[in-house]
């Protein structure tokens, strides 16, 4: 059987009745059980939990609450409530199971209090019936919710008390006698003093009968029991009787409202309403009803549960196979990571073994090291690397390609910007740009490709020295124009020059010439006056492309750039100072006609 009982706590000490669930105390005297030492014995066997709060700080947290909505400031009012549930000593409970029942109990009729629940396995007077005790806080720290029991908004408000009312501990009998059935503990009815009257006539009958040794037992406890060991096993109410008619050979009358029972040895029936709460005719359909619904619930927890150990088992295979993937992976990826290291460190000792050391191909393949094989890919890793023929040949196309797009933007600028007429290796120099552009990359070498391109002044330099007179020459005849130097007028040191110079000068020595007295008396030919430059040039009347072509040879000799329309204006400035200086000279004597004026503007 199972009972519940209820005992209002004034002791302002909660931690008395933590002392009390934990230790041991004489269930004559109340008093605690000590040692030899004088120190209070721990109890052997129990359970206890907090709810809402923790065991040890229990008392401290339930007068912090009391402080916090100043309630149970008054000697006697009730600070705590102690629940007691009992169970028969027959009932097979594990002091787990009856923990968790007070648990489940407080939750449903005390939810929101602090509490301590502690179960116990050894009864009173040498009952050893397994017990559980409820001691919570008297003032409710969270908001509960509102129950059919309930009368007023305090009975689950934040703040407020709890109150033990008949209304409540009705529905908490009914709900401990209902869980008890459900999980097939000993039980009587809590709510009829007739049937609890009854239940302790039989168990006096029973203990007398017991004393030969078979356990004899009464008509209604075998009609109780036979009843409640059938409802888990049958569907419906006609079920039930089916049963007990055909299996046990009871006659069972049903009417609209009731039902009596009858066994083979029995004179008169008994009632079901006379057997306890539970054994009426609605009540049984309701808890036929009832234990088909938990008993579905238990079978589609059953299968959720196995569902979910299939699931959580194909889980773990999967997982374990990706693992295993994994490591093979890993493994294959190390491996080829192994060989390619292998043939990068063969390639690189060759490169810097080999007469030809390339310093392009040991950067290449130091960054093909593979250091980290996990964070490559399999495809990666199979990239076989380049030998230096390959990779040599792959550099010439690279860098002919960058040769090939140099020279096409000097080509064009060569034919945009270069005049024609004053440069006459103009398109000498475009055919040699053409060659770089179209070179067959099969037939170059590493060296070739890495020769740079020259610029126009450079082809036409090196085109110059092919076509000029010996050195020696040249250097005598700049030496010459060094040594008569003086600080006399540009006019004076001409005429010196002209004077020592035995034989006529090409065009080429007398521009090195005029370059030669333009940098050492000027430094740079932005700075000499017009009427010097005159004096210099000294051009002809009648040869314009001799003129032109020493013009541009002296800038050349002195490093200076000029586009086609600067260069044309330079020119005519220089041919304006010679035409004014010749007139001067001669008045009567038109030197430049208006004919060779326009020949040479033309």
């Known amino acids: 059987m199972a009972i519940i009982k209820h005992i209002p706590i004034k002791n302002r000490y909660y931690s008395s009745a933590v002392e009390y669930l934990t230790c041991q105390f004489d269930e004559y005297t109340n008093e605690p059980v000590l040692d030899g030492k004088g120190r209070i014995m721990e ?163 029973m203990q007398s009968n017991a004393k030969d040794g078979i356990g004899v037992t009464s008509n209604k406890e075998m009609i109780r029991n036979t009843i409640d060991k059938l409802i888990p096993a049958v569907k419906s109410f006609e079920q039930l009787v089916e049963y007990l008619t055909g299996i046990y050979g009871w006659n069972i009358r049903v009417t609209d409202k009731t039902v009596t029972f009858t066994m083979p040895d029995m004179k008169r029936g008994i009632r079901g309403n006379k057997l306890g709460d539970g054994y009426g005719k609605a009540e049984l ?50 491996k080829l990571a192994f060989e390619r290291n292998s043939i990068q460190h063969k390639y690189f000792m060759e490169n810097a073994n080999s007469d030809d050391w390339n310093s392009d191909y040991a950067k290449y393949l130091m960054a093909e090291k593979i250091t980290d094989y996990d964070s490559k890919t399999l495809e990666e890793l199979s990239v076989p690397i380049l030998t230096k023929e390959e990779f040599e040949k792959k550099q010439i196309e690279k860098m002919q390609e960058e040769i090939s797009e140099k020279a096409r933007e000097l080509w064009y600028e060569a034919l945009n910007s270069i005049d024609g007429m004053v440069y006459s290796h103009k398109w000498e120099y475009l055919e040699y740009l053409e060659k770089m552009m179209y070179r067959k990359v ?60 035995e034989r006529p000068l090409t065009i080429e020595e007398r521009a090195r010439e005029i370059s030669l007295m333009i940098r050492n008396n000027y430094g740079r030919y932005d700075k000499v006056p017009v009427k010097v430059k005159a004096e210099l040039f000294q051009f002809s009347i009648d040869d314009l492309q001799a003129d032109m072509k020493l013009h541009s040879l002296v800038l050349k000799e002195l490093n200076v750039k000029m586009y086609s329309s600067e260069l044309y204006d330079d020119y005519m400035s220089v041919v304006d100072a010679t035409d004014k200086k010749k007139s001067g000279e001669s008045q009567n004597v038109d030197c430049y006609s208006n004919e060779k004026r326009w020949n040479r503007s033309r």
């Not at 339930?62 to 549930?85: L, M, P, S």
């Not at 008949?166 to 039980?187: P, T």
């Open 43 to 205: 109890r052997e066997e129990y359970l206890i939990e907090g709810v809402n709060c923790e065991v040890d700080t229990f008392g401290a947290e339930c007068i912090e609450t009391n402080r916090f909505y100043g309630k149970n400031n008054a000697v006697k009012d009730v600070k705590a409530h102690h629940y007691i549930i009992s169970f028969d000593p027959t009932d097979n409970i594990t002091m787990a199971e009856a923990l968790a029942f007070g648990k489940e109990w407080l939750s449903i009729f005390a939810p929101g209090h602090q509490a301590v629940i502690a179960a116990h396995p050894d009864g009173h007077h040498g009952s050893k019936n397994m017990h559980v005790h409820i001691v919570f806080n008297s003032v409710r720290k969270y908001a509960g919710v509102q129950e059919k029991w309930h009368y007023k908004p305090c009975e689950w408000k934040q703040g407020c008390k709890h109150r033990s009312t008949g209304r409540m501990m009705h529905h908490a009998k009914k709900w401990v006698m209902r869980r008890c059935l459900i999980q097939g503990y000993e039980q009587v009815d809590l709510l009829t003093k007739k049937h609890r009257d009854d239940y302790w006539v039989e168990k006096r009958l």
């Open 442 to 501: 099969s037939t170059l070498t590493l060296q070739q490709v890495k020769e740079p391109i020259l610029s126009f002044w450079e082809f036409n330099e090196r085109m110059e020295q092919e076509s000029a007179m010996p050195v020696e020459s040249v250097d005598s005849v700049q030496n010459v124009g060094v040594k008569e130097k003086t600080e006399e007028p540009m006019v004076k040191e001409v005429a010196d020059i002209e004077s020592a110079i």
């Open 285 to 334: 359909i309701e808890r036929i009803d009832v234990a088909v619904k938990e008993k579905a619930a238990l079978e589609a927890k059953r299968i959720a549960e196995e569902k979910a150990r299939l699931e959580a088992e194909r889980k773990a295979a999967a997982e374990k196979a990706e693992q295993r993937r994994k490591e093979e992976l890993s493994q294959q990826k190390r």
